[in-house]
């Protein structure tokens, strides 16, 4: 038995001494940012969009300066998509000496980093968190006012969708595809279900996959019988582009609806099969002279293969959280102290309006809950000689 | 749409799902009858096989062929590396060390894809035009087609291989009784070899059908479809051709089905439960053969 | 249970145990493989204190009948009685419990323990304390380990293996590994053993010694001991009645005297030496 | 029954203790100072849940001999019973936190004998892709069960939230001596032997008298409830739980820690949870090549080394005094 704790005790001292190593003085001209997220794995497509995104905008703020002549040093956590490494992560960056942090980046991680958040009163911000309990904890009914978003919350757009296929597409019958053990999707889903009882859409089928599926043929069909106005398809573009291409292979004619979710979806179906479709988005690619300049840096520096919805929101949140410390260094508080934390909350509170986001023009506005409030855009998707074209179609 | 013609519909459904599952599930089944390894690997063969198409086909688009025939002749090189390098050192060691290794093979053709390729699925421009076929009522697409002809045709294709070569008998030799097999004269290497050689072929055929069909390769897409027609080989009762069949159109029926009445986030574990309850009745499998250990 | 007169598997009981219950008897046991008939008809009696031996080509079905004596097969027909009990339908452990044990033709120790820890899985059922005691080391798991120990050293000393006992078992020369084997099986305390070819391996001396040990077994013990071996001089020398088996079937049966001069029996032997007395 | 003459066993298990409790005070003394940070503070907790997962894992491939791929079912069943009891107490959540690991143990160890009475009636191979399937079953279990019976138990894919934050460093490595003190306990006893050697060869184990079925579900049912346990204090640790955190990949990463550390060697185990744990959070930079190097460490310990950095062997303090006074040791190898 001894042996275990032999060893055991060799481990605690290796580590308290690499642990005495790494805890070095703290450089008191910069201001340390953490962003956390999955930068390997299977969802380092959204986490390096985040992460990408966001470095390039506090780059952008220390070439120009800097916040109150100090630089912005951005501490990276690769949690790996893990719960437990997210937690982990959360608190190396703040034994690093983080003041705010951009993520985390899917629902259930990021809300694991919230409880771990809150009572610290760490200023985070996620560009990709969509769940309403992010923020607000309904059980608890607790708003955690430490933490932001620059993305839409699920049921917003999905209730969105709906009153866009029922007003203007004047839809009756629609039917919901969805990926369940979701929560993103889910959400979606339920929304668009709810509010299309609102507008009095009848919703013929609501058909549901597992993740990892690949054939959905047996629900297209069922769906396909119902004889739906149109489909909502609340997923990921990797698997609503084979939806797409099954249901058209299968018959289906009518008019694909998905959420934002849809970003990317151009490169996994074809134009023929797409033609037709609308998609809920926080902007339009390309549509303002900012984005354009954004979009081209971004693949300047990093490639396209990451520009995704989530590069342009994480961009955002790196603004919102260059407007916090700019307002905490404009008090003059003290990095490292809880004022300066407070600080930040409040600035990104009151100023929030100020920042002219490439994916808000109009600037950022937090309601009671910390959600922004901003436009959703529709895209719809063209066939422009082949080639499937997202294309900006209205505010909405 | 009729009553009728929906379940007939359906029923196409399950029989191009049942094909891809039951042309896996053969690998599988091959594999395990001839040196009683689960190979775990087989399924990220046929993601090797699904990005090679895809890289075929977007560099040199209109040669179809030429990516068909990259991914099968891939598939089989690769198949018969894994072979040599991981599991020939390990024959002979307990059966759990060979199904380790062949996780961590299946895990380092995953990771490595993961890392090299980008975690986000690439998109495999199809093979050929997709139309919608009608007959009596009936639409049907040309891929549903395609794939259960070309699953038919490579199982005839494998059935006559085993049972009226010298390689064949040679195959049923090794996997009934090896030591015999090898005291008789069978070159058991060459016959291991050849087994893997086949059963990563059909998984380059499954690979590319699985490309027509879903259009999409990514590193992790062979686990669930692995693991399924590792379901589906038990299920038929492994080591057994025909088995590896009814296996697959078993699972193909009832993923089906169990979606089709609307439950399908239920499916997965249905097939499994299914499974569980086979081998419970009958531990060998609906077609498998008792074996007795000897003693 | 009715006293049973045995009735002689081989022609003879030993005077010792005239009267006495027959300790196994196997009735009409016969097994097929998939329509192909391994051992039929197989009618056979073991006096308590016995040493009969089963002998045969190779192929005759010699180690399928043990495993039809232990239920590693079910048999297809025919009954067993142990000490006059039927086995029918009984597990592997639980006719072991009733009083049979055995060896392995291949030998199958549990290689990575110990030698002393092979011969306390035999002593497995002497102990009766539970998974809470030794969870929680109460005074009877100390009591009943300690008394295992003494009897597993008791045991070894018949091999005087005493000094291997913390050796690991796959170590050992393949003599003492046959050797440990036996003991083992003694150590489930049975009141009859299988040997499955004892002597495979073991030069003249070896054999001799184990000759010497079989019958110390036996007359220390007071059990049944029926075994399969090649080497005649072993089985001529100590068995009390023997066996012969070919094709399944029994052929003869007899005293050693009997079986050397039975001419069925030397032509299964000599007609069939050619093909599969390899 | 090798022990020892010098010491009575009582004063054998108080120094034991003693050296125990020194070690938590100390490391407690270290976190309260801030000497370990935070961080690492939160890395320790992962290596004790992932030593009790480990050394239960150790039992069924160890020493059962077989390859039971559930260890996320397991975890998963452990983790929501015991975060959907604290969740519902009233009571202080540190004072009944024990009763909560202790629960998630009781009830994924009757899963494990739910699905290892059958399970273990097949073999090897068969036995793994049943566990597989039982733990994705689970999951989808999980996933939909509230939906399915109109009742708010796991919330689903929506996360269960707000569980009391009860894993301490203490109660973490508390749990992994209770774990490791039972296992050793059990394998030095006539029941350990009697899993051992099934390990070994099963059909010379019966035909000793071993009941195969008991003693196989007795193993795996030892294995579902400290994995069970090692669940809760994950429960505890996060706070949160969803589903998918519990998928296949799980069980691998246990998999790989008792693969390395030497199938059927505690200490193994133990030494390979704090190492796979660690050495990964000191090598962030190569975070992108983790997987690929346990994977190919896998394969190549398989075919080196089949039975593991440690194989079978344990840890002794005797014979690290052995090597330092040079003393010989008689080694003895396949």
New interface residues.
Partial sequence: ?????????S??L???M???G??GEKEAETIKVGILGP???????YGLAVRYGAEMYFKQVNDAGGVNGKMIEVVN??D?G???MA??GF??L??DGIVALVGEVT??NC??VV?EAYPINMPMVTASAT?T?ITY?E??KTVFKNVFRTCFIDAYQGSKMADFASKELGAKKAAVLYL????YT?GLAEAFEAQCKEMGVEVVAK?????????F???L??I??A?PDVVFLPNYY?DD??IV??AR???IKCTLLGGDGWAGIE????AADLAGCYYASAYAAGSTAELKAFEEAFVAAYGE?YLNMFAATAYDAAMVVVEGLKAAEAKGAKAGEEDYKQAVIDGIDQNAGNVKGITSPSGYKFDEYNNPEKDVVIMTIKDVEGVPTPTYHMNY | MSTLSLIIKQIINALQLGSIFALIALGYSMVYGIIRLLNFAHCDIIMVGAYISWYFMTNFANMPYLAVAAAIFGCTLLGVAIEKVAYTPLRGSPRISLLITAIGVSYLLENTAQLWLGAAAKSVPPFFKVTTLSFMGLSVSTTSVVTIAVVTVSMTALTLLVQKTKMGRAMRAVSEDSQTAQLMGTNINATISFTFAIGSALAGIGSVLYCCAYNQASPTMGSMLGLKAFVAAVLGGIGSIPGAIVGGFVIGLTEVFVSSIGLSTWKDAVVFLILIIVLLVKPTGLLGKQVNEKV | MDKIVPTPSTGIIPERDLGKPAVLEAMHLGIDFGGLTAVDDFTITVAPTEICGLIGPNGAGKTTVFNLLTNVYQPTRGSILLQGRPTQGKSVYEVNKMGIARTFQNVRLFKDMTVEENVLVGLHNEMNYSVFSAFTKMPKYFKQERAAHNKAMELLSIFDMESMASSRAGSLPYGAQRRLEILRALATDPCIILLDEPAAGMNPNETEALMQNIKKIRDTFKIAIMLIEHDMNLVMGICEGIAVLNYGKIIAKGTPAQIKSNPQVIEAYLGNRGESDA | MKTRKNLPLIVKYLIVAAVYALFLLAGNLLIKNKVIGLYYTKVLMVVAINMILAVSLNIGTGYLGQLPLGSAGFMAVGAYASAIFMRKVPIDPKLIFPVGIILGGLVSGLFGLIIGLPALRLKGDYLAIITLGFAEIIRIVILNIDKALGITLTYGAANLKNIPKTTTFTNAFIWVFIACFLIKAMMNSRHGRAILSIRDNEIAAESCGINLTFYKTMAFVVYAFFTGVGGALYAGYLGILNPSGFGFAKSIDILVIVVLGGMGSMTGSVISSAVLTIVPELLRAFSDYRMIVYSLLLIIVMIFRPTGLMGTKEFNPRGIMDFFMGRKKRKEER
């Fill in positions: 038995m001894k042996k275990i704790f032999a060893i055991i005790l481990a605690m290796l580590l308290s690499t642990a005495c790494g805890g930068h390997t794995g299977e969802l380092a497509v956590y690769d790996q893990d719960a437990t937690v982990t608190t190396s703040v034994d629902t259930g809300r694991a409880d769940a309990s904890d059980e608890t369940s053990g979701d929560d889910q058909e549901a996959f597992s993740k990892g599926d690949k054939d043929n047996a629900q069909t069922t396909m019988a004889n990797e582009g084979m291409t099954q292979a299968l018959g490169k996994y179906a074809s293969d």
